[in-house]
C-alpha cells in the first residue's frame, strides 16, 4: 500500500501488488504450508491407531495450559508445564512401536513419480489375492459375494456388517465364506483396498430380467449395482460358476481369464510411461537397502 499526495493536498491510497511479492512473504507462505502439509500427514499417519486418543489428550492439555495462562491460575500452570516438559520422553518411551511404524511408512514412501508405480503394485497384488480366493471357492462351490467400492460410497450397507477392517487376503476371504461360520452369511465389502465389513446385507433387486436359476446372492450383486457404482463378484453355491455385477450389468459364468482381465481394466491403474531417468535413480537409490 503506498500513499501518494495529490495536488489539492489530499491523500490517496493506491494499493502496489509488488509490494507482497517479496522474498520475506514468500518465505512465509512457504513457511506455513509446510507445516500444514507435516501436520496433515501426520494425522493421516496416525488415523485408525492408538495415538489418535494421545492427540487428544496433547490438545486437551494445551487448551487447560491456555484457559490457566488467562486466569492466571499459577499452580495449574505450573503442574501442566512439568506434564508438557516431560511427556516427550513419555511419548517416546510409550509410543516407540508406533514411531518405528512410522518411520518405516515414511522409508516406503515412493518419490518422483514412484507413486504410480506403487499404486499399480498394490492393485495387481489386490487382484491376485481376490483370484486366489475365487480359484479356491469356485472349484469347491463355496458361495461368496464380495462386493468393492468406487466412487459411491456404502457407508449405509457397510453399517449392518461386521467391522473388520482387515487386509485383503485369499486366506481371509476363504475363511470368511466357509460354510456354518458366523460371517459366510451375506456380503463383504472391500473399500480402499481393505476388507471393511463381513456379512453386510445388500438390496435385493426386483428386475425381472434376472435368470429364475439364480439365487439371492446374484440378486443381492444385481441390486448394489443398480444403486451404485460398485463391482461386485459372486460365486455360486450351486455351480461354481463367477459373476460380475456392475451398473446394472450382469456378466455371467465368466472364465479366469475373462474375470482377470475385467477386474485388471477396472481397478489397475495404467503405469505411465517414460520414466525420466533421474526418477528411476532417485527411486533405486531411495530403495537401497529395502528387503526384495
Known amino acids: 500500500m503506498v500513499i501518494i499526495n495529490n495536488q489539492e493536498g489530499g491523500r490517496v491510497l493506491k494499493f502496489d501488488i509488488s509490494s507482497f511479492l517479496t522474498w520475506n512473504n514468500f518465505s512465509i507462505?512457504?513457511?506455513?504450508?509446510?507445516i500444514w502439509y507435516l501436520v496433515y500427514r501426520l494425522i493421516m499417519l496416525i488415523r485408525g491407531t492408538k495415538a489418535v486418543q494421545l492427540a487428544k489428550g496433547i490438545v486437551f492439555?494445551?487448551?487447560v495450559r491456555i484457559i490457566a495462562g488467562f486466569l492466571h491460575l499459577n499452580a495449574l500452570t505450573y503442574i501442566v508445564?512439568?506434564?508438557?516438559?516431560?511427556?516427550?520422553?513419555?511419548?517416546?518411551v510409550i509410543f516407540q512401536p508406533e514411531i518405528r511404524r512410522g518411520l518405516e511408512r515414511i522409508g516406503r514412501t515412493p518419490?518422483?513419480?514412484g507413486r504410480e508405480e506403487n499404486a499399480h503394485d498394490q492393485s495387481v497384488k489386490f487382484i491376485k489375492e481376490l483370484d486366489k480366493a475365487i480359484q479356491y471357492m469356485s472349484k469347491r462351490r463355496i458361495g461368496a459375494l464380495i462386493t468393492i467400492q468406487q466412487e459411491t460410497g456404502l457407508d449405509d450397507y457397510i453399517e449392518t456388517g461386521i467391522k473388520l477392517d482387515a487386509d485383503?487376503?485369499?486366506?481371509?476371504?476363504?475363511?470368511?465364506?466357509?460354510?456354518?461360520?458366523?460371517?459366510h452369511d451375506g456380503a463383504v465389502i472391500i473399500n480402499n483396498d481393505r476388507i471393511a465389513v463381513a456379512?453386510?446385507?445388500l438390496p435385493l433387486s426386483d428386475s425381472t430380467m434376472i435368470p429364475k436359476r439364480l439365487g439371492t446372492r446374484h440378486r443381492a450383486a444385481v441390486g448394489i449395482s443398480e444403486?451404485?457404482?460398485?463391482i461386485t463378484i459372486v460365486v455360486s453355491e450351486e455351480t461354481g460358476g463367477v459373476t460380475i455385477t456392475r451398473n446394472g450389468r450382469l456378466l455371467l459364468d465368466m472364465t479366469r481369464e475373462e474375470y482377470m482381465k475385467y477386474l485388471t481394466a477396472e481397478l489397475v491403474p495404467k503405469k505411465e510411461k517414460g520414466t525420466k531417468w533421474y526418477q528411476k535413480l532417485f527411486n533405486k537409490i531411495w530403495k537401497w537397502g529395502a528387503g526384495r
Open 81 to 92: 508445564d512439568q506434564i508438557v516438559s516431560w511427556a516427550v520422553v513419555g511419548i517416546i
Open 199 to 201: 456379512a453386510a446385507y
Open 29 to 34: 507462505a512457504l513457511d506455513v504450508l509446510i
Open 111 to 113: 518419490l518422483f513419480g
Open 61 to 63: 492439555i494445551f487448551i
Open 227 to 230: 444403486v451404485t457404482d460398485a
Open 168 to 183: 485383503v487376503s485369499g486366506e481371509l476371504l476363504i475363511n470368511i465364506f466357509i460354510p456354518n461360520t458366523p460371517l
